[in-house]
Structures are given as structure tokens and as C-alpha cells.
């Protein structure tokens, strides 16, 4: 833990082996917080933030619920920074499910197997739409969320 992060107190010291349920940490506001909130991270090998990735796809979902990695991609397959992606229920495709921002440049990177560029964690299983828009066109994707397991969806976009 970094106590950059929004926290009070570190409970545990680098390196520590934790048990699944162990209180690592108090929420707090240190560091560049504005208020008390929960803020997760996870670093591969050098803790710096060119090695963050996001912890939804390390947690394993509550029971009858999986996960939507999403790679938003261009023409050239070069990831989209930045930009609205939405998740809908099949039954109610006109109605946002959960919105989300892909990963910025600089902060976030795609986990080294499904190499995705934004997450949906802990959604009920069933069927979804993914969607993003670009230049006036919508393109969507069906995702099949199944209980434990990511379904990962690529949604390429036009050049703007």
C-alpha cells in the first residue's frame, strides 16, 4: 500500500502475506484525495504507476456473476483513449446497464492476457450489449456474461 492512497492507516507492511477477509487498511482522505473513499490498484512488478492494472479482473465475483473486459480499438488496432463505452441488458438495449470511461494513456494499463482498455466488474450473468459511438455511428457488441468467468468483447471504431 501507498499512503498516497486515500487512507488513514496501513494495517499490513509490504511484502506481508494477507488472508482473504483481512483488514488491510482504514479509508481515509491522505494523499490527493478530497474526501474519505475506497481507491484500489494493483501494480505488477515495479510500483509505479506504468505498471497499474485494474483489480476488477484480479477479484473473483460474487456467486452468479462475471465480468466484461472490453478493447476499444481504432482501424489500426490502436486503443482508444479515454472514450465513453456503455454496458446494456438485452432485454432493455436503450437503457444504460453501467457506463465507463476506457483507460486513459497514462494511468491504467490492459491486463497482459485479455489486454483491455476498459472493465465492467461484477455483473449478474445473462446477456448484454457493449456499446461506444464515434462520429455519429453507434457499434455494439452481444456479451454473454457467465458466473465466474470474464467474457471479453473487442468493439473496433473508424479512424475520427
Same mark, same amino acid.
Request: glycine share 10%; net charge negative.
Given at each position: 500500500?501507498?499512503?498516497?492512497?486515500?487512507? /488513514?492507516? $496501513?494495517? &499490513?507492511?509490504?511484502?506481508?502475506?494477507?488472508?482473504?477477509?483481512?483488514? !488491510? @487498511?482504514? =479509508?481515509? /482522505? /491522505?494523499?490527493?484525495?478530497?474526501?474519505?473513499?475506497?481507491?484500489?490498484? !494493483?501494480?505488477?512488478?515495479?510500483? $509505479?504507476?506504468a505498471?497499474?492494472?485494474? %483489480? #476488477?479482473?484480479?477479484?473473483?465475483?460474487?456467486?452468479?456473476r462475471?465480468?466484461? @473486459? &472490453? +478493447?476499444?480499438?481504432? #482501424?489500426?488496432?490502436?486503443? $482508444?483513449?479515454?472514450? %465513453? &463505452? !456503455?454496458?446494456? +441488458? @438485452?432485454?432493455?438495449?436503450?437503457?444504460?446497464?453501467?457506463?465507463?470511461? =476506457?483507460? =486513459?494513456?497514462?494511468?491504467?494499463?490492459?491486463?497482459?492476457?485479455?489486454?483491455?482498455? @476498459? !472493465?465492467?466488474?461484477?455483473i449478474? /450473468?445473462?446477456?448484454?450489449?457493449v +456499446?461506444?459511438?464515434?462520429?455519429?455511428?453507434?457499434?455494439?457488441?452481444?456479451?454473454?456474461?457467465?458466473?465466474?468467468?470474464?467474457? &471479453? $468483447?473487442?468493439?473496433?471504431?473508424?479512424?475520427?
Amino acid at each position: 500500500f501507498v499512503l498516497d492512497a486515500p487512507l /488513514s492507516e $496501513i494495517l &499490513v507492511a509490504v511484502g506481508e502475506r494477507v488472508e482473504k477477509g483481512q483488514l !488491510v @487498511a482504514e =479509508t481515509g /482522505s /491522505s494523499g490527493a484525495a478530497l474526501g474519505p473513499h475506497f481507491h484500489m490498484e !494493483v501494480r505488477v512488478g515495479e510500483n $509505479i504507476y506504468a505498471n497499474t492494472r485494474n %483489480p #476488477q479482473l484480479w477479484m473473483a465475483p460474487f456467486e452468479g456473476r462475471g465480468a466484461v @473486459a &472490453v +478493447r476499444l480499438v481504432n #482501424q489500426d488496432g490502436q486503443t $482508444i483513449p479515454d472514450h %465513453p &463505452v !456503455v454496458l446494456s +441488458r @438485452a432485454a432493455l438495449p436503450r437503457v444504460i446497464y453501467r457506463g465507463s470511461l =476506457t483507460y =486513459t494513456d497514462n494511468h491504467v494499463n490492459g491486463d497482459d492476457v485479455f489486454n483491455e482498455n @476498459a !472493465v465492467f466488474g461484477d455483473i449478474p /450473468s445473462g446477456p448484454y450489449w457493449v +456499446r461506444a459511438a464515434m462520429g455519429g455511428y453507434e457499434f455494439a457488441a452481444p456479451a454473454l456474461v457467465m458466473p465466474g468467468r470474464t467474457t &471479453v $468483447i473487442n468493439l473496433e471504431l473508424p479512424a475520427e
